[in-house]
């Protein structure tokens, strides 16, 4: 079992930046894999990045590359999501997630946080 808790969530102003964390309770986070995804009003969680269970490996989508970054201290039970130019069209509910595999799919995570709320004004 896994419980994962995200903070670091706010308002900014367009072009500016927000680091999300997410502490995980449990021995095993070292084994998971993470992920974070968001959840626009009216609109279906979309994946925004994943990491591998030892870091060494990172998979973003197309609409945050080059902004955004993930990474996980597994000595913290913590994953982070460095958010940086941020645009009005980032603003949604963001998710942690923990899978056995890194996965762009929703599906393939078993255990979620219950979200953070960024907002980014134009």
């Known amino acids: 079992q896994v419980q994962l808790v995200e903070s670091g969530g706010g308002l900014v102003q367009a072009g500016g930046s927000l680091r999300l964390s997410c502490a995980a309770s449990?021995?095993?986070?070292?084994?998971?894999?993470m992920g974070w995804f968001r959840q626009a009003p009216g609109k279906e969680r979309e994946f925004v990045a994943a990491i591998t269970w030892s870091g060494s490996t990172t998979y973003y989508a197309d609409s945050v590359k080059g902004r955004f970054t993930i990474s996980r201290d597994n000595a913290k039970n913590t994953v982070y999501l460095q958010m940086n130019s941020l645009k009005p069209e980032d603003t949604a509910v963001y998710y942690c997630?923990?899978?056995?595999?890194?996965?762009?799919?929703?599906?393939?995570?078993?255990?979620w946080g219950q979200g953070t709320q960024v907002t980014v004004s134009s």
């Open positions: 997630a923990a899978s056995r595999v890194a996965s762009t799919h929703p599906l393939h995570y078993d255990y």
């Open positions: 449990g021995r095993t986070f070292s084994s998971y894999a």
